[in-house]
């Protein structure tokens, strides 16, 4: 059983089109992450959810829109797409032991590319 | 001054060699600092905690040094499966964010 599953793996759209992606993991976690990747691999996180709530949201356009309809999803709209929106995008969850360990379990990542 | 820095290589060593990598970050009062690995197009995977002490898994040590505000990671007996990007990360100070390092490439060869 995949820990955190996101789909679809690929994506390929035109510019101006809305697409989402989503992510379920079974870890139990209470906390859900949307983290981007770039051509030049920088992994960049933008939201954090835990148990539904956002918390962290790291100055992404509107066109991003997180939901959580559960602690065990976290899906992924995107408007409007751009061509700068190309990139992987990486789901993960992490369990917040106390002490601030946070460790992430990735998904396995979905390839953007906006034509 | 970035919030975590790697040098992104690539480290290009022999199959059997040492190699070490640093990570600098910017920010004194992080508490939580890892060693991930990221395979070619696959996801990152936790390779290591830090500890303040030090810690070392099977031919992995790691080591944080706070006066100098920078992470190590040694490999002993380089493998050829140990080639993937290696990525640093370091909880900012007081929070639960982490923030990802760029990655050093690793490429062992025979």
């Known amino acids: 059983d995949t820990a955190v599953s996101q789909t679809p793996k690929y994506l390929v759209t035109q510019m101006g089109n809305d697409k989402s992606i989503k992510c379920e993991q079974n870890?139990?976690?209470?906390?859900m992450y949307w983290y981007k990747q770039d051509s030049k691999k920088f992994l960049k996180i933008m939201f954090s959810?835990?148990?539904?709530?956002?918390?962290i949201n790291e100055t992404v356009p509107n066109r991003f829109s997180p939901k959580s309809p559960d602690k065990a999803h976290l899906n992924l709209h995107i408007n409007s797409l751009e061509l700068g929106d190309s990139a992987v995008y990486f789901c993960?969850?992490?369990?917040?032991?106390?002490?601030?360990?946070?460790?992430?379990?990735f998904g396995a990542g979905t390839r953007l590319s906006v034509l | 001054r970035k919030e975590v820095e790697q040098d992104p290589g690539p480290f290009n060593v022999p199959e059997g060699a040492t190699v070490a990598f640093n990570c600098t970050y910017s920010?004194?009062?992080?508490?939580?600092f890892f060693w991930y690995r990221q395979d070619c197009r696959k996801e990152p995977k936790l390779l290591m905690s830090?500890?303040?002490s030090g810690n070392e898994d099977g031919r992995f040590t790691a080591q944080l040094n706070r006066a100098s505000q920078y992470i190590s990671l040694l490999i002993r007996d380089s493998k050829l499966s140990d080639s993937a990007t290696y990525l640093c990360?370091?909880?900012?100070?007081?929070?639960?964010?982490?923030?990802f390092g760029r990655g050093t490439s690793l490429i062992v060869h025979p």
């Open positions: 993960a969850s992490s369990a917040r032991p106390s002490g601030g360990r946070d460790i992430q379990y």
């Open positions: 870890l139990g976690h209470d906390t």
């Open positions: 959810y835990n148990n539904k709530e956002l918390i």
């Open positions: 920010n004194s009062a992080s508490q939580s």
């Open positions: 830090v500890y303040s």
């Open positions: 990360v370091v909880n900012r100070g007081g929070s639960y964010i982490p923030t």
